[in-house]
């Protein structure tokens, strides 16, 4: 069974950064591409990055292009996203997916119809 497990979020002011983690485990998490995603209330999920199996492709969405930045650790079976200069429409709850096919090797242009395994969640919040 796969699991995922979110950290990393809490209160922020505008301007201050976050990392957030997701830890994985029940699968061969280095085969699998990961992706970060958020849901604000009363909004849609949408999509925020995601990063190949080996760290060599990355896609961001546009809103937060420049600003985070997803990294994994397969030696940990671990995802990361860097949230720097956070806006308080950044305010979300993130979520983190795995890729349901191993071994892509671009993740450009990936799609949430790709993810098939989704974390709980963990609360961002940004003060203005």
């Known amino acids: 069974q796969v699991q995922l497990v979110e950290s990393g979020g809490g209160l922020v002011q505008a301007g201050g950064s976050l990392r957030l983690s997701c830890a994985a485990s029940g699968r061969i998490f280095s085969r699998h591409g990961m992706g970060w995603f958020r849901q604000a209330p009363g909004k849609e999920q949408e999509f925020v990055a995601a990063?190949?199996?080996?760290?060599?492709?990355?896609y961001y969405a546009d809103s937060v292009k420049g600003r985070f930045t997803i990294s994994r650790d397969n030696a940990q079976n671990t995802v990361f996203l860097q949230m720097n200069s956070l806006k308080p429409e950044d305010t979300a709850v993130y979520y983190c997916?795995?890729?349901?096919?191993?071994?892509?090797?671009?993740?450009?242009?990936?799609?949430?119809?790709?993810?098939?395994?989704w974390g709980q969640g963990t609360q961002v919040t940004v003060s203005s």
């Open positions: 990063i190949s199996w080996s760290g060599g492709s990355t």
């Open positions: 997916a795995t890729d349901r096919i191993e071994w892509r090797a671009v993740v450009v242009g990936i799609s949430i119809d790709d993810f098939d395994y």
